[in-house]
């Protein structure tokens, strides 16, 4: 059997709207108060896109810092993956996109689905193919325009949702030396599908008229359905992943950034203090795919991600679907 190749994390990045939109400003579209959203969930603002930004464009920005940081040039790439449930189109893919506006010339492009977890999903895929030798330099980005399928009228569900991306590059650990990829656990319950869903606009329920009139091409979700799922599951993806390895070495959590209460309910299980733990759910709302690498790339610049140490990433969302990764930075 063929020896697999060791794969690091080489440059991380993340791009954001510059459109602020506070918990103040939902109060005027909705039942709802600053109060309210912030106890419920630790949201204080989300970033969202205006009409002439769309995914393919926050990928690119995210996608360019993380080239950079590299030292990476675009046409070096073999690999980019975009996770995301919102590409600019059905056809194409939004990776597809992304090749052209980067003038990535050399890469092969294709999206990954998996909602909240793409990006990890996406991040596992790329480690295969460097691992396996098909591949040696590889984008990873986890992008969404969460905001084109909210229901602004539903205050249970705009609250929650930001726009932004974030992205990775992903290179043999020999060539990089951080970021080493150590373990990997991905997951999924299909016959949870409708707990987090959009019930019409795909081939099963075409877009229609009377249909788009009723509103169900937007998110749906059962709040206390999700809380109870992500709290076990975030507990445990946690704990199988870092299985083997000293509870010391772990240095930091990058969680999903679903719901603050959510996170505090994980890590008190874990006997985890808040100072292990990457939040920033206050400034972004849940940004789904790109939650996990824009929370990534913040604890890099402040320099939060120390040599050496262990850092986890964990993600869940629609399908129902999960996964983390270990990284020894």
Not at 119 to 126: E, K, P
Not at 274 to 303: F, M, W
Request: proline fraction near 3%; include cysteine.
């Amino acid at each position: 059997m063929t020896n697999l190749v060791r794969v690091g994390i080489a440059g991380t990045g993340s791009y954001v709207p510059d459109n602020v939109v506070t918990n103040d400003d939902l109060a005027r579209l909705v039942d709802t108060s600053d109060e309210w959203i912030t106890q419920r969930t630790g949201i204080k603002e989300r970033r969202l896109v205006d009409a002439n930004t769309h995914c393919s464009d926050l990928c690119v920005g995210a996608a360019r810092v993380a080239l950079e940081r590299a030292g990476v040039a675009p046409e070096e790439l073999d690999l980019i993956l975009v996770g995301t449930v919102t590409a600019d189109f059905l056809l194409p893919t939004a990776a597809c996109l992304v090749q052209e506006k980067l003038g990535a010339k050399n890469a092969a492009a294709m999206d990954v689905q998996a909602a909240c977890t793409g990006f990890l999903n996406g991040l596992a895929t790329g480690e295969a193919f460097i691992a396996a030798g098909r591949a040696r330099k590889v984008l990873v980005i986890g992008a969404e325009t969460l905001s084109r399928i909210v229901d602004w009228t539903d205050r249970t569900s705009c609250i929650l949702f930001g726009d932004g991306a974030g992205a990775v590059v992903l290179r043999p650990w020999q060539e990089c030396e951080q970021g080493e990829i150590l373990n990997t656990i991905l997951g999924a319950d299909g016959s949870r599908h409708d707990v987090i869903h959009i019930p019409n606009g795909g081939g099963a329920c075409p877009p229609t008229h009377p249909e788009y009139d009723k509103g169900e091409h937007f998110i749906r979700l059962r709040g206390r359905e999700v809380y109870r799922f992500a709290v076990t599951k975030m507990t445990q993806l946690v704990r199988d992943v870092c299985a083997g390895y000293d509870e010391d070495e772990i240095g930091l959590l990058v969680p999903h950034q679903v719901n603050r209460r959510i996170i505090e309910a994980s890590l008190e299980r874990l006997g985890w203090s808040e100072e292990r733990c990457v939040i920033n759910i206050q400034k972004y709302g849940n940004t789904s795919a790109a939650s996990v690498p824009i929370a990534l790339h913040e604890a890099d610049l402040e320099g939060r991600l120390q040599k050496g140490q262990l850092a986890v990433m964990v993600a869940f969302g629609s399908g129902l679907t999960w996964g983390a990764s270990l990284v020894r930075w």
